[in-house]
C-alpha cells in the first residue's frame, strides 16, 4: 500500500537570488525541509545552479537563501514552488530561473515520480511541432479544394503505427490544431480542410472560433 502525501506543516518554498543586481534577483526556486535551502550552497556538481553560485562567489560575493512562504505542508509546498517557477520562467523559456526540473504542482502517486524534463528537450519538441503545422498549411494552401487527414499522414509521411493499427493520431493531431488557430477551417459535409486567409485567419481567432481536435 502506497504512503499518501505528507500533511504535516513543516516544508518551505524558497528561492536562491543573486547579490550582484538590485533588487536581488531570484536565479533558483525550491522547495524542502530543514536545511534543505542551504544544502545548495555545498553542493559541488556541473549543474546551471552550481556554476551561478561559483559565478557569485568569484566575486567575493555569496548566494541570498531566502525563505518565501514557511509552514506549508508538502501539497501546498509543490504548488506554490510550481506556480512561482511558472512566474518567473527558466532560461531556456527566456525567464531568469535556472531550474531544470518543471514540477507539475502535484504530489506523485503510487510508483509515479516527479517528471524529469532535460534542458531543452521543450524547445526541441515546439520547433518540430512548428514545422510539422507549416508542412500541413503548405500542403493545404497548394491544394485549394482541401485535404484529408488521410492525405496529410501519407504524402507527410506521418502515418502513425500503434500495435500493429494504423490510426493517423499525429496528423489527426496536427490539423486539430491548425482549426483551433483558425488557420485551417474543415470544408462543410465532407472530410477535407482547407487553409484560410490571413484575413479569414485573425476574424476566427477574434470570435474564438476554432474548437478543438474532436471537429476534425
Given at each position: ?7 504535516a ?118 520547433i ?7 508542412a ?8 485549394p ?31 486539430g ?40
Amino acid at each position: 500500500m502506497s504512503k499518501g502525501p505528507r500533511l504535516a506543516a513543516d516544508f518551505y518554498v524558497y528561492a536562491l537570488k543573486d547579490p550582484r543586481t538590485s533588487p536581488a534577483r531570484p536565479f533558483y526556486i525550491g522547495k524542502g525541509t530543514g536545511v534543505r535551502a542551504e544544502d545548495h550552497l555545498r553542493a559541488d556538481d556541473d549543474s546551471l545552479k552550481s556554476r551561478r553560485i561559483q559565478e557569485i562567489r568569484s566575486q567575493g560575493l555569496e548566494p541570498i537563501v531566502e525563505l518565501l512562504v514557511k509552514d506549508l505542508t508538502e501539497p501546498e509546498a509543490l504548488r506554490i514552488e510550481a506556480e512561482l517557477i511558472a512566474a518567473f520562467g527558466t532560461i531556456r523559456e527566456g525567464g531568469c530561473l535556472v531550474n531544470q526540473v518543471v514540477p507539475s504542482g502535484r504530489i506523485a502517486r503510487g510508483r509515479r515520480r516527479q517528471l524529469v524534463v532535460p534542458l531543452g528537450v521543450r524547445d526541441k519538441a515546439q520547433i518540430g511541432l512548428q514545422l510539422l503545422k507549416d508542412a500541413v498549411l503548405e500542403l493545404a494552401r497548394a491544394n485549394p479544394e482541401g485535404v484529408t487527414n488521410a492525405d496529410c499522414a501519407s504524402v507527410l509521411g506521418l502515418r502513425s503505427d500503434y500495435k500493429g493499427g494504423s490510426k493517423d493520431y499525429l496528423s489527426f493531431s496536427i490539423l486539430g490544431l491548425l482549426i483551433r488557430e483558425g488557420r485551417l477551417e474543415r470544408i462543410p459535409g465532407s472530410r477535407r480542410h482547407r487553409a484560410t486567409s490571413i484575413r479569414e485567419s485573425t476574424e476566427r481567432l477574434e470570435r474564438g472560433v476554432g474548437g478543438g481536435a474532436k471537429n476534425v
